[in-house]
């Protein structure tokens, strides 16, 4: 898995006592996917998170497509798709669909805003369905079934909630670069921004000022995570972060 990366893949991998080989990005800030199946030329599992959490990055599809040619046989590659709406990247369900060893992995959590009732769905060849079975919790609740079916009757919803986000993306970004803050592009709901010492020091700052953002990850001690919110609640992100970076 790429690193940083979602933590879930990991901690899935631990729970059933996988290894787990995590690798750097690339200078793009996309999946190294060569460097992925050197690190692990006998994995049976490939991650990837794309747009990637929490960078907010792409991983070409040309590179998803060489990493499910090349590597080894009976492995698969899970590529998550929760934030893959919010960029308007292109889907991975074709190769699903020309039955190679893929498990896309999609939620309504996202740009659908049903993380409170969880609705979601693996895609994937049977056989690789039946697989993943014996990992399940418990069905899916009515409730999540019912918003999700009536979420993809309002056939403007992506689109709209699209430019929205990526409108209020743009604005936070065109600041932080304006007042020369580092920061990762991101295409996603969230990026990350290097605030030049411990993160959780910011984070913490940041919350005596009635400011909540994001986590830090190990590869990356410096930088934080921040959720794209709305136009308002941005605006005193901005004023907070200027306050705390003073």
Not at 84 to 111: E, Q, Y
Not at 143 to 154: D, I, R
Not at 186 to 194: A, I, L, T
Not at 217 to 233: C, I, K, L, M, S
Request: hydrophobic share 45%.
């Amino acid at each position: 898995m790429g690193d940083p990366g979602y933590e879930a893949a990991e901690r899935a991998a631990n729970f059933i006592g996988s290894p787990v080989a995590k690798v750097p990005l690339s200078k793009e800030y996309s999946h190294d996917v060569r460097a992925m199946l050197a690190a692990a030329p006998k994995a049976g599992l490939f991650y990837i998170c794309n747009p990637n959490n929490p960078t907010g990055t792409l991983t070409p599809k040309a590179d998803i497509e060489w990493l499910v040619a090349n590597k080894p046989k009976g492995s698969v590659v899970m590529v998550d798709e929760a934030y893959t709406h919010i960029a308007g990247a292109p889907f991975n369900t074709d190769l699903v669909a020309a039955d190679k060893d893929v498990v896309v992995l999609r939620t309504f959590s996202k740009i659908y805003g049903m993380a409170g009732l969880r609705a979601g769905a693996a895609i994937a060849r049977p056989d690789l369905l039946d697989k993943l079975d014996g990992y399940s919790h418990s069905m899916l609740p009515i409730t999540g079934m019912v918003a999700a079916s009536a979420s993809l009757q309002q056939t403007d919803l992506v689109p709209t909630r699209r430019k929205i986000i990526a409108d209020v993306r743009s604005d936070t970004l065109s600041f932080l670069a304006k007042h020369n803050f580092r920061y990762v592009p991101s295409v996603s709901n969230c990026f990350m921004v290097d605030v030049g010492r411990p993160g959780n020091d910011v984070i913490m700052a940041l919350r005596r000022e009635k400011v909540y953002i994001g986590r830090v990850w190990p590869a990356w001690p410096t930088y934080v995570r921040v959720t794209v919110g709305t136009q308002d609640e941005m605006n005193k992100f901005r004023t907070a972060f200027l306050k705390v970076m003073a």
